[in-house]
């Protein structure tokens, strides 16, 4: 299973990566894993107020549809609209094209408590 060293986690398995002043936002490749194969991804729109720890969205698996959840409070800037015609992007490439959104106007305070991934790899193995 990949876990990157440069990103960070959330206990409900998503993964943030800092962009300059943007925040990309995706699931890990733990969290696809459980899911199996992904079938659909509903995605928050553009310019959404999204408020840290709320549903945004969801994933759809053969097994399950699972809510996604805001690891931070901002606004949506920009989503993977190539998750609409290839959501099994979260199974192939789940950091790099399989990412879901961006958000720009993020605290530093809540990026500060995100998860390292040596934490994160701690949460999963309990």
Known sequence: MSLPK???????HEWVKQDGDTYIIGITDFAQDQL??????ELP??????EQGDSIGSVESVKT???FYAPVT????????GLEDEPELLNS?????????????????????????EDYEKVIED
């Open 6 to 12: 440069d990103l960070l986690y959330t206990e409900e």
């Open 36 to 41: 199996g194969d992904i079938v659909f991804v």
């Open 45 to 50: 729109e553009v310019g959404d107020k999204i």
């Open 65 to 67: 549809v699972s809510d």
């Open 74 to 81: 901002g606004e949506v800037v920009e989503v993977n609209e």
């Open 93 to 117: 490439d789940t950091y790099e094209k399989g990412w879901i959104l961006k958000v720009k106007n993020v605290s530093a305070e809540q990026i500060d408590a995100l998860l390292s991934s």
